[in-house]
């Protein structure tokens, strides 16, 4: 069982790892080699390869044609239907009103001698 490419014939090259102190460690690099069945025959294909082949050409989907200006409306009111109403905005409005009641009690003399109790009340 060699690892060698059943297409294109490479096999492992040789590498040096170097240390910090330049010390030359041989190493074997292998290629990446994966077993595929191609044309009923099953073969070992490095990557490469596998990348290179001649494969079957994908068919594109068709586009579906634009939409009439009917079926937009419709489309639109549909939406419109499905959407959730809106939430009440009480609770802002509440803010408002006791902002302003606080601010009118407040004049701006009095503002520096008044705390955060008085306000509260």
């Known amino acids: ?8 014939g490479r ?10 102190s330049k ?10 080699l994966q077993s595929r069945t191609i044309g009923g025959v099953k073969l070992k294909v490095c ?8 494969k079957p050409k994908r068919v594109k989907a068709k586009r579906k044609p634009p939409l ?6 419709a489309l639109k009111v549909k939406k419109a239907k ?8 009480v609770i802002p409005q509440i803010l408002k009103e006791a902002t302003s009641k606080v601010l009118k009690k407040v004049s701006p003399k009095n503002l520096k001698k008044t705390t955060v109790k008085k306000l509260k009340k």
């Open 82 to 89: 499905t959407r959730k109403p809106k939430k009440n905005k």
């Open 68 to 73: 009439k200006e009917g079926e937009v409306k």
């Open 11 to 20: 096999t492992a090259t040789k590498g040096a790892s170097r240390s910090h």
């Open 47 to 54: 990557i490469t390869c596998l990348r290179t082949l001649n």
């Open 23 to 32: 010390i030359k460690t041989l190493k074997r690099q292998n290629i990446n």
């Open 1 to 8: 069982m060699s690892k060698k490419c059943d297409l294109c």
